[in-house]
């Protein structure tokens, strides 16, 4: 597929510049012609498109990414046709680069600890969202978390997860050869994914997890396996610490227990994952540099339920009303 020159139509919107290529598509900058907000376009690759079930699974992609609004998430806006081309707009990060990128740059031995571990907070409290609403990623790795920020400086990334396609191909998988496909990265995927990919849960997300906590950590990847018939083998059995031997017994004791080989022996939810990893950073002393997690994921529903109550005393009271209500809708978020 050749990439599609700036000032190229697209829809309601124009092709600023191409960003990146990757499995199911081409990523580019581009903006609503008419209001002029930016986007980015991700558009199947011309080889899939004129396969129904390819263009399914991007459609789900789509569908489920305009379902998904987290800080910690990249979000999906609509989906556009055009000439028989499919795009999913979506959020535009500027200035990003990729968790992979950075860290070989800027960080080629591992984040210290403590960093590391806050980092994660953050990919745990995007997954835990992703969860709450049936959505298990199925493909978490570092080429598919985003970071803005001054790079540098780890305490002032922003990480976002993008990449949801694999969602879609799990529900609709990929037959070759008479056998269904592993869609994931085989060096972070679960066994069990590697084994039957209609067996994904939220434990093979943590699984994935704890092998972006090994990258935070050392810049290296637990598993070199380079294909899926290696990556297999690897995981029957616990995944080597050799490159963990100078980090503290409680930071490997997060990563042996978010990659137990069965999902039984995992944390059984990325909350679960999170709150392990508080309690480590408070025997850090970093306790009073974290937000409340407990309260985290319910700010959306909490922030809904204070507009409703605006606007219900609106109608009823003016803005006297109104200044009554929210103030009422701020006691109950308290509670």
Request: with cysteine; hydrophobic share 40%; proline share 5%.
């Amino acid at each position: 597929m050749d990439t599609l020159a700036a000032g190229t139509q697209f829809g309601p919107y124009t092709i600023e510049g191409y960003i990146a290529g990757g499995g199911m598509g081409q990523v580019y900058a581009g903006r609503n012609t008419v209001y002029g907000s930016p986007v980015a376009l991700k558009i199947l690759h011309d080889k899939y498109r004129s396969d129904e079930g390819w263009r399914l699974r991007f459609h789900l992609e789509g569908v489920i990414g305009q379902q998904l609004k987290h800080p910690n998430i990249i979000s999906a806006r609509e989906l556009v046709e055009q000439d028989d081309k499919v795009a999913v707009v979506m959020d535009l990060v500027r200035g990003c680069q990729t968790l992979d990128q950075v860290l070989h740059r800027e960080f080629p031995e591992g984040l210290p600890p403590a960093h590391a571990l806050r980092v994660l907070l953050g990919l745990l409290q995007g997954v835990e969202y992703a969860h709450e609403r049936n959505v298990v990623h199925g493909d978490l790795k570092p080429e598919n978390i985003l970071l803005q920020g001054e790079f540098s400086k780890p305490d002032s990334w922003e990480c976002r997860i993008t990449d949801f396609g694999t969602v879609g191909l799990i529900a609709h998988p990929v037959i070759i050869d008479g056998r269904t496909a592993v869609v994931a990265t085989p060096r972070y995927a679960s066994p069990e994914h590697l084994y039957g990919v209609d067996h994904l849960e939220p434990r093979s997300d943590v699984y994935s997890l704890g092998l972006i906590l090994h990258f935070l950590l050392t810049a290296q990847h637990a598993s070199t396996a380079r294909s899926v018939r290696e990556a297999a083998e690897r995981v029957t059995q616990p995944l080597p610490l050799v490159n963990l031997v100078d980090q503290p017994d409680t930071v490997i004791s997060l990563f042996q227990t978010a990659t137990g080989v069965h999902p039984d022996h995992r944390f059984a939810t990325c909350r679960d994952f999170a709150l392990a990893v508080r309690e480590v950073l408070e025997g850090m002393g970093e306790a009073l540099q974290l937000e409340d997690l407990s309260a985290d994921l319910a700010t959306e529903v909490m922030d809904d339920r204070v507009e409703m109550k605006k606007e219900l005393a609106a109608k009823r009271g003016g803005p006297r009303g109104a200044r009554e209500a929210e103030a009422a809708a701020a006691g109950s978020e308290q509670k």
